[in-house]
């Protein structure tokens, strides 16, 4: 529980200080318009937490994340250019402070919160959220919104940058909301300590190509507006990590030899940052496939003889 609370923290401890060379003059909002009755407000000048979609008309508003605590009022201000106060359904991406931090006081003014199931039951143990914090609507596979004549389909993605990760998809707009299954030109953060996985993020982005097509506008947890060949690009690149990492590992290279190797040199310039460096990546690729490899190890060990192996997955 510990190790959770402190990487719940840790993302957005990480990014803020990463970016604080730009904080003096206070990270803004901007609004861009994508589509009839849908805008994206990201941050400019520091961090401002995830990228928030918002979908507004006659039926009311939603936005999808909601920043942190110290940006409310920007983000209030930001929202209320473009749609009316009152919000009535906020869609959490998943659990991180950075999409999260705003949620009791959504809520209170009353904004129903909708999460998926998992990330619920993570934010009941963060000891710091307050019961108006929790999502009061959540789902395990998949839900539709008929809201602002703008279909919405919000959907699971099993174990990939967490366990409770959701993405929305309005079709008939082609905009596709990843949440923070797509860092867009970075090093994803694969929260393995939430239940994230290397190989469930990567099948996530696969299950997300599989919806969008050369017009897509795709809404990427952090960076700039993506399309299609910029999710194919950071799926090609994350495989390609995976299988360099595994490589070394399958030669009994140890974490410190292969962080000496540098395997992802060549990746360096393009998707290093400062909160996910090369090095960062190629801790979390190489913890995640050698706690795999102990599981199956473990598993082949107490397997009775003659007897088949179950799959746990």
């Known amino acids: 529980m510990l190790k959770h609370l402190l990487n719940m923290s840790v993302l957005t401890l990480g990014l803020t200080i990463g970016l604080a060379g730009h904080a003096a003059e206070g990270p803004e909002f901007k609004t861009h318009k994508i589509a009839e009755g849908l805008y994206v407000v990201s941050g400019v000048g520091g961090f401002t937490g995830g990228n928030i979609l918002i979908s507004t008309g006659d039926d009311g508003t939603v936005i999808i994340d909601d920043s942190m605590p110290p940006l409310l009022d920007k983000l ?3 929202i209320a250019d473009i749609s009316g106060d009152d919000i009535e359904f906020l869609i959490n991406t998943h659990l991180h402070d950075d999409h999260t931090g705003n949620n009791a006081a959504f809520a209170t003014q009353g ?16 000891a710091k959220r307050t019961a108006q914090a929790l999502p009061v609507i959540t789902l395990n596979d998949q839900m539709n919104f008929y809201l602002n004549d703008q279909p919405a389909r919000v959907f699971h993605l099993a174990r990939a940058h967490t366990d409770g990760d959701l993405a929305i998809e309005f079709s008939d707009a ?8 797509l860092f867009n030109g970075m090093f994803p953060f694969i929260d393995l300590d939430s239940g994230g996985s290397v190989d469930g993020y ?17 809404v990427p947890g952090h960076g700039t507006l993506a399309n299609k060949a910029d999710l194919q690009r950071a799926n090609k690149m994350l495989m390609d990590a995976r299988q360099k990492v ?5 030669q009994g290279e140890t974490e410190k030899e292969i962080l000496a190797a540098n ?3 060549e990746y360096h310039d393009d998707w290093n940052w400062d909160f996910i460096t090369t090095e960062k990546m190629t801790r979390t690729l190489y913890r995640d496939l050698t706690a795999h490899r102990h599981a199956s190890t473990s598993t082949n060990s ?3 003889a ?8």
């Not at 595994?246 to 399958?250: D, H, S």
């Open 76 to 78: 209030r201000a930001a």
């Open 111 to 126: 904004s129903h919160i909708v999460a998926h199931e998992k990330m619920r039951s993570r934010l009941k143990l963060d």
């Open 174 to 181: 082609n905009v596709l909301h990843t949440g923070d299954v």
């Open 202 to 218: 990567i099948a996530a982005q696969k299950t997300l190509l599989e919806l969008v097509d050369d017009n897509t506008v795709i």
């Open 246 to 250: 595994a490589k070394l590992i399958a």
């Open 263 to 265: 395997p992802l040199a």
């Open 302 to 304: 107490t397997k009775p």
């Open 306 to 313: 003659g007897g088949h192996a179950g799959h746990s997955h």
